[in-house]
Structure formats: structure tokens, C-alpha cells
């Protein structure tokens, strides 16, 4: 029964099929919502996988091999208007994670910022339509587009957040 369900992660489900002796390498993506996940794979280990995997944590599961996956693979996004003084990366990071400017420039020298799946390591990096920012740590989300200016001369931006 779900409501006895451990809440489970990405990193339970792909920890599990690595308990299996399935090698990072042989999964493709997998997508989580809530106590669900799709795990793309070859056909000849989704078979394996659907066999042996009975228990994630503590938490007994039942896999499936299916060909719709619509419900779980579409990310879900919450839209949200900002205002920044610029659309470099850290100002938007500062806004749309509520951290400070110095918090948002300490993830760079980190490593920790990504930029359309790359490393950014540039602080001072414009934005523009649909670039997405993932913060290792805080989340993703897709820099939308400028909307115009607010009265005392600030930038109002569209940002869609991963949730």
C-alpha cells in the first residue's frame, strides 16, 4: 500500500538497479514523480530489471515494461516572473533561488552551475530565451524571456521552474 511507502528518490531508484549489478553506463534516463519512475533501458534489460527488482529501501515495488511513458517523463514546470538589475546568470540565479548575490557568485568556483547541460563557470554570463540553468543542489530551470522594464528600471524576466 503506497501510504506505507518510504518517499523515494532518484538516487534510491538508480541505487537499486545498481544493486542488481547493473552498470550506470546500460541506463538511460530515469524520470521520477512521486513514488513512480520510468527507467529507459534496452529491451533485453528492462526484462531483467521487470524479473528482479522487488525492493527499493524498504519499500517493496513492482516493475513493469511499458511503452507509454507520458505521465512520468514530461517535467512539470511552475512559471514565475522575476526582476533583476541584468540577466547575467548570477543575478537570476540570486532571484529565482532567494540567495544573495555573494551566495550565487560562491557556486561558480564550485562547479556547481550548469548552463544547457555545461559547466559554467562564467558568472557574468547573459542569458537568453530558453537557456536552461541547473544548480547542483537547488534545481533547474529555463530562462523564458525578458517581459520589459518595471518603473524604477528593473528587468521583469519569465523563468519556468522545474518542480
Known amino acids: 500500500m503506497s501510504r506505507f511507502s518510504d518517499d523515494l528518490d532518484h538516487r ?16 538511460g534516463d530515469i524520470f521520477v514523480k512521486g513514488n513512480e519512475a520510468c527507467v529507459f533501458c534496452k529491451d533485453s534489460l528492462a526484462d531483467f530489471i521487470s524479473e ?3 525492493r527499493i529501501k524498504h ?3 513492482t516493475a ?13 514546470l511552475e512559471d ?7 540577466v547575467r546568470i548570477d543575478a537570476v540565479i540570486s532571484r529565482v533561488y532567494n540567495l544573495s548575490r555573494q ?22 554570463r547573459l542569458l537568453k530565451a530558453e537557456d536552461v540553468v541547473s544548480v547542483r543542489g537547488k534545481g533547474r530551470f529555463e530562462f ?16 519556468r521552474i522545474y518542480i
Open 144 to 159: 523564458s524571456r525578458e517581459t520589459g522594464l518595471s518603473r524604477k528600471g528593473k528587468i521583469n524576466c519569465k523563468v
Open 64 to 76: 513493469n515494461v511499458t511503452d507509454d511513458v507520458n505521465d512520468i517523463t514530461g517535467p512539470e
Open 103 to 124: 551566495e550565487a557568485l560562491m557556486l561558480f568556483p564550485g562547479g556547481l552551475v550548469y548552463l544547457n547541460g555545461r559547466q559554467c563557470t562564467e558568472n557574468a
Open 80 to 86: 514565475k516572473i522575476i526582476q533583476v538589475s541584468s
Open 59 to 61: 519499500t517493496t515495488v
Open 52 to 54: 528482479n527488482l522487488t
Open 12 to 27: 534510491d531508484f538508480l541505487g537499486a538497479l545498481m544493486s542488481l549489478g547493473i552498470k550506470r553506463e546500460m541506463l
